[in-house]
């Protein structure tokens, strides 16, 4: 059976682990999340980094410090995953839900300005398969009415828009370390920093509402609770996991991109023929191989095809159900139809992709897929 997604240990998981036990610092904040921290503020461009035990925590980090109140109103694309919505919903805001462009899942940058209102305090873009959204159109928007941008990066980690990594551009943004990310502490995640407003305080929500980061320091003489905020901050044992991920960050970048360019370069004429789109080309760096999908031409075909890869133990997948018709948020939606995220919803496939993944399986039983005329 080739599964979707196998997480990958690079070895020296445990024995970072064995190290931050003896080291007799288990609790967050120390020797690993700092390493972690500064690993990603110096090679990612952010001003500040903490890492947080998800990206949903990441993301609910975000709606306090954009003091999302209710009746605030955040724009969200359909076609993500729930939390970039929930952790909104949460804080009391109405989610005003964006379609994606009719070729591509990233939110139409085209559409946004048309849903904003005197309430819109934050626009949350998903650069969707590590793809990057068009950040030059979003930050113009930003500027130009006054709101926050969240780049929910969780798919992004090593993707860049132009000169920037992503995750380096919103004012703020968040990655996530999940098994099904690239780089992985089984749970994880992170918040990044642009805007130096907000580091002080973030630093205070992270640790349960108080100034204690700040007390350890030595930048203040005693701690205490100062501000909302929840236990964010992962232990020293999943930092110590992340950091020998991080180690290898650019061996395990190399393999993907390996699987992704197979996928690409072998796809291509079978797709045509059986009028299914597969993933655009992105420019050298603005691919970090996180996924590689397909569009099928019908949800009749891609159940076809799915259960085609089934009959020789491959488990391709698709997502997500447009948050717009979920069971939790349609009564609440504004009625707008989003027909770009409804395809996607219906015609996305995804194949498999990791580390030890072999993609030439994968791609003999592919072309053996052929549609059914008529
Ligand atoms: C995986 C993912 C998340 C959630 O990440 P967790 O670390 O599991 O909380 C959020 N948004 C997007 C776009 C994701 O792909």
Redesign the pocket.
């Given at each position: 059976m080739i599964p979707f997604n196998k997480p990958y240990l690079t070895g020296k998981e445990t024995l970072y682990i064995e190290d931050a036990v003896k080291r007799g610092h288990i609790a967050g904040n120390g020797y690993y999340t700092k390493k972690c921290q500064n690993y990603f503020q110096s090679n990612f461009g952010f001003k500040k980094a903490l890492l947080t035990t998800?990206?949903?925590?990441?993301?609910e980090m975000c709606a306090i410090l954009a003091n999302i109140k209710a009746g605030d109103e955040v724009i969200i694309p359909s076609f993500?995953?729930?939390?970039?919505a929930l952790a909104f919903v949460r804080q009391g805001a109405n989610i005003v839900f964006a379609d994606s462009y009719s070729d591509n899942p990233n939110i139409d940058t085209t559409k946004i300005e048309g849903l904003i209102t005197s309430k819109t305090k934050a626009i949350v873009v998903?650069h969707?398969a590590g793809l990057a959204c068009d950040m030059d159109a979003i930050m113009a928007i930003a500027t130009k009415h006054n709101v926050l941008i969240i780049e929910?990066a969780?798919?992004a980690i090593c993707s860049k828009y132009k000169e920037k990594y992503l995750g380096s551009i919103g004012h703020l943004a968040?990655f996530?370390?999940?098994e099904?990310?690239n780089i992985i502490s089984g749970?994880?995640?992170l918040l990044a920093i642009n805007d130096e407003r907000f580091i002080d305080r973030a630093e205070i929500i992270w640790e349960k509402g108080t100034n204690r980061a700040e007390f350890f320091r030595g930048e203040v003489n005693k701690y205490g609770w100062v501000d909302t905020g929840s236990s964010f901050l992962p232990s020293e044992i999943i930092a110590a996991f992340l950091w020998a991920q991080i180690e290898n960050i650019l061996d395990i970048q190399n393999k993907r991109l390996e699987h992704w360019f197979f996928y690409y370069n072998n796809l291509g004429e079978w797709a045509k023929n059986n009028h299914i789109k597969i993933m655009p080309l992105p420019e050298k760096e603005a691919n970090n191989a996180h996924m590689f999908y397909l569009i099928c031409k019908s949800e009749a075909q891609r159940s076809a095809l799915i259960n085609h890869l089934k009959t020789r133990e491959i488990h391709a997948v698709f997502h997500y159900l447009s948050l717009h018709n979920s069971d939790y948020y349609k009564s609440k939606h504004d009625g707008r139809a989003l027909p770009n995220s409804d395809e996607f919803t219906k015609r996305l496939l995804r194949l498999p992709m990791f580390y030890e993944l072999n993609e030439k399986k994968v791609v003999k039983a592919i072309l053996e897929f052929k549609t059914q005329l008529g």
């Open positions: 998800s990206c949903t925590d990441a993301l993500t995953f729930v939390s970039t998903v969707y929910d969780a798919q968040t996530s370390f999940h099904t990310k749970e994880g995640g």
